[in-house]
């Protein structure tokens, strides 16, 4: 058993309840010492996952909280150890105050995401569920959170469990030839696992393909709203955010910096930056701030070119079109559709929406144009790819596998195919787990909070 740790898992705000949490050889023991329950006996005689009714108090004997506790024995526990936790009335004076008391008891303080990852090491979560859990917690729309819930649940985990699993009967089907060359056992001929590879193939290329999704799923996507001085391009922002967020004015310039904000357009998650006008000037802080404005156009997956529909269309708004047609996706705002709309639609393979931020006419058509730029991969929850770590771990095991069927095309020797099954296997493993260097591991876990 381990070193027994503790750790207040809802943070330090002011709340209903706060939650107290402990994991390890002492962590009953630890319960018997400072909570009573109201029905008497101690509390390690009360059966696993049952919320018990009582008192916490200090080693003294002072009354800290009226709560609930419950526990968990090793190994059907979350960590796999023995577990406790209280659910007390959330202050944070009162949980910091029992926490003390369990440090001085001998307890210590737990680190970020030292739960979750004695779940891990202790054989409760394989690596890819574990990191699904900062996922879930991490979550900024309910599709992120449903991904994350399938893959804490073992959505990819199993996935690659079977294909793991088809890679190791190649390799062991080969090594117990050549091992016990007396037994009787069938022939290791190379052809008979052609559609094992291609199989595999098929898949981690089909999951690495939903990667991209993900990662803009969970971190955003990078958009750029970009057009001439006042078109419109801070008062879009400010009716996309519902608030002023941006100052407006009539003056040309008034936006010298980019102001960014995440917000949701119906299930897509975008990291909106409002730039600067771009346009030739001697200013030279508008000069900096058009600095910043191509800098975050270059960097921007989704480039929205706002221009005035109430005005000529100038060469100014053409190669900020233009600017929009070179990136990833983009689309025109033909803004101010209040007004009189004397301005042609500009030629473009763009889609064009006409928007008016006074009134929000052609808001929801906005919103309606972006979902239909990033749609979602048709796969079951849990099976769109977030994590670069693992991303990359596929891509390994891909390449690995393309170089397999490379070697069985050209009549290579069977070990040589071997070889790049099992750096294939090794590359898969890193998702489970199985495979993971203890530094790689540690760096996963950091970015947990304390109390996960």
């Given amino acids: 058993m381990s070193d027994t740790i503790a750790a207040i898992a809802t943070g330090s705000q002011v709340a209903a309840i706060g939650i107290l949490r402990l994991s390890g050889d002492r962590a009953l023991a630890l319960a018997d010492a400072l909570f009573r329950p109201a029905s008497g006996g101690p509390m390690s005689a009360q059966p696993d996952r049952k919320l018990v009714y009582g008192a916490l108090h200090t080693a003294r004997g002072e009354l800290l909280d009226l709560c609930l506790c419950t526990l968990s024995r090793a190994p059907h526990s979350y960590t796999g150890e023995d577990t406790v936790e209280f659910q007390c009335h959330g202050s944070p004076v009162m949980l910091r105050a029992a926490l003390e008391e369990l440090f001085a008891l001998g307890a210590r ?12 090491l202790n054989g409760r979560l394989e690596l890819s569920a574990a990191e699904a859990v900062a996922d879930l917690i991490d979550a900024e729309s309910v599709e992120a959170a449903k991904n994350a819930a399938g893959q804490l649940s073992g959505a990819i985990g199993g996935k690659v469990e079977v294909l793991y699993a088809a890679l190791t009967d190649i390799s062991a089907h080969y090594h117990a030839v050549l091992d016990y060359p007396d037994e009787e056992i069938e022939d290791f001929r190379l052809t008979a696992y052609t559609h094992t590879l291609s199989d595999a193939l098929d898949k981690l290329r089909g999951l690495l393909s939903t990667f991209e999704r993900g990662r803009f799923m969970n971190s955003g996507i990078p958009a750029a709203i970009i057009g001439r001085p006042n078109a419109g391009k ?3 922002l400010n009716a996309l955010l519902g608030y002023e967020r941006a100052i407006v004015t009539e003056i ?7 102001i960014e904000e995440r917000l949701r357009l119906g299930r897509v998650l975008l990291r909106l930056t409002d730039t600067a006008g771009i346009r030739d000037t001697a200013d030279p802080v508008e000069k900096l701030g058009v600095q910043r404005s191509r800098a975050a156009l270059s960097q921007a997956e989704l ?10 269309c100038t060469r100014e708004d053409l190669a900020l079109i233009a600017a929009a047609e070179d ?27 006409r928007v008016s931020s006074v009134t929000g006419q052609g808001l929801e058509e906005l919103e309606k144009t972006i979902e239909a730029l990033f749609p979602y991969p048709a796969v079951p929850a ?11 771990a596929i891509r390994r095991a891909i390449a690995a596998l393309e170089a397999a069927q490379e070697a069985m095309g050209q009549g290579m020797t069977p070990d040589i195919v071997l070889t790049e099954t099992e750096a294939a296997m090794a590359a898969l493993g890193e998702l489970s787990g199985r495979t993971v260097r203890e530094d790689v591991t540690n760096r996963i876990f950091q970015r947990f909070c304390v109390g996960k």
């Fill in 109 to 120: 303080q737990a680190g970020p995401g030292e739960f979750t990852k004695r779940a891990f």
């Fill in 234 to 236: 801070s008062s879009l």
């Fill in 303 to 312: 480039v929205i070119a706002v221009v005035d529909g109430n005005a000529p």
């Fill in 382 to 392: 849990g099976e769109i790819l977030t994590n670069a770590r693992q991303a990359d």
């Fill in 327 to 353: 990136a990833p996706q983009g689309l025109v705002v033909l803004s101010k559709r209040d007004l009189e709309q004397s301005a042609p639609l500009p030629e473009t393979h763009l889609p064009v929406v």
């Fill in 252 to 258: 040309p310039g008034t936006t010298r910096d980019t």
